[in-house]
């Protein structure tokens, strides 16, 4: 059983920039893919990109290219998520979620989510 | 990116009847489509796979069908858990996710 347990709350500036991570244990972090889902206050989900953590190999959905880096430390197995140049449309809960393999598929685990909330 | 569709946006259910959801994808996505429970407050809870398999630890009273663009979860007999926002996905191409689903208390 995979667990993900993600970094704490956030209130970022808009134009600032964000971090969140999210680290695994309970599985074979080299054996997922991870990715980054967001949820705006009463919307529905929203995939933001993966990376492969033994690849270091990152793709990110067209919404976010230019503004999203994620990155993943395999010796900690720490899957870490930044978005640039915050504005107020991107309050949302930000959730990491995990599936095997490399090529796309269902996300076996959830992170508990980050609450990141853009304002001035 | 592959467009994902649910209807209806909300249904209302007694407990103990039958609720019937439905899924449309804007192309073939074969059988590669999960379902996902997302109670108030929690993240999402993966249900079925590959569109009728169920995940570990779900009750049977969850099942799902269909494939290629057509697909439907069916909850049996609602209990008062079950009450919740259902999200359906794709991953036949990188993942796109419907705009869900509530399931409430009629």
């Known amino acids: 059983q995979v667990q993900l347990v993600q970094s704490g709350a956030e209130v970022k500036k808009p134009g600032s920039s964000v971090k969140v991570s999210c680290k695994a244990s309970g599985g074979t972090f080299n054996s997922y893919s991870v990715s980054w889902v967001r949820q705006a206050p009463g919307q529905g989900l929203e995939w933001m990109g993966r990376i492969i953590p033994v690849l270091g190999a990152a793709y990110y959905a067209q919404n976010f290219q230019g503004r999203v880096t994620i990155t993943a430390d395999k010796f900690t197995s720490t899957a870490y998520m930044e978005l640039r140049s915050l504005r107020s449309e991107d309050t949302a809960v930000y959730y990491c979620a995990i599936w095997a393999g490399y090529s796309s598929s269902r996300f076996d685990y959830w992170g508990q989510g980050t609450l990141v909330t853009v304002s001035s | 990116e592959i467009v994902m569709t649910q209807s209806p946006a909300t249904v209302s259910v007694s407990p103990g009847e039958r609720a019937t959801l439905s899924c449309r994808a804007s192309q073939s996505v074969s059988s590669k489509l999960a379902w996902y429970q997302q109670r108030p407050g929690q993240a999402p809870r993966l249900l079925l796979y590959?569109?009728?398999t169920r995940a570990t630890g779900i009750p049977a009273r969850f099942s799902g069908s269909g494939s290629g663009t057509e697909f439907t979860l069916t909850i049996s007999s609602l209990q008062s858990e079950d009450f919740a926002v259902y999200y359906c996905?794709?991953?036949?191409?990188?993942?796109?996710f419907g705009q869900g689903t509530k399931v409430q208390i009629k």
């Open positions: 996905q794709q991953y036949n191409n990188w993942p796109t």
């Open positions: 590959g569109a009728s």
